[in-house]
């Protein structure tokens, strides 16, 4: 079975960091792209971060140096390590490899 599940999220105040996992199975981690997502309340779903299968990573802009996407393809895990978190970066991430999504971590950050 397909699957990616997610873990990580939490409440932290402005300024706090969270790492989010992403532990996927059902197919070949190391040959897919792994983009980490998210979505807050009454906006659309916008892509955060992205890896490649040889490690090249993209950001949102209003993310760069805060935000630092990694995998370790021995655990078949995509991370996401947020930084100086702001109360903008209060969503539902979900994590995201071509037709499969998890089912999301909530992020909530206090100001």
């Known amino acids: 079975q397909v699957q990616l599940v997610e873990s990580g999220g939490g409440l932290v105040q402005s300024g706090g960091s969270l790492r989010l996992s992403c532990v996927a199975s059902?197919?070949?981690?190391?040959?897919?792209?792994m983009t980490w997502y998210r979505q807050a309340p009454g906006k659309q779903r916008e892509l955060v971060a992205s890896i490649t299968t040889r490690g090249t990573t993209k950001y949102l802009d209003s993310v760069k140096g805060r935000f630092t996407i990694s995998r370790d393809n021995a655990k078949n895990t995509v991370y996401l390590r947020m930084n100086n978190l702001k109360p903008e970066d209060t969503a539902e991430y979900y994590c995201?490899?071509?037709?499969?999504w998890g089912q999301g971590t909530q992020v909530t950050v206090s100001s």
């Open positions: 995201n490899s071509a037709a499969v």
């Open positions: 059902g197919f070949t981690f190391r040959f897919a792209e």
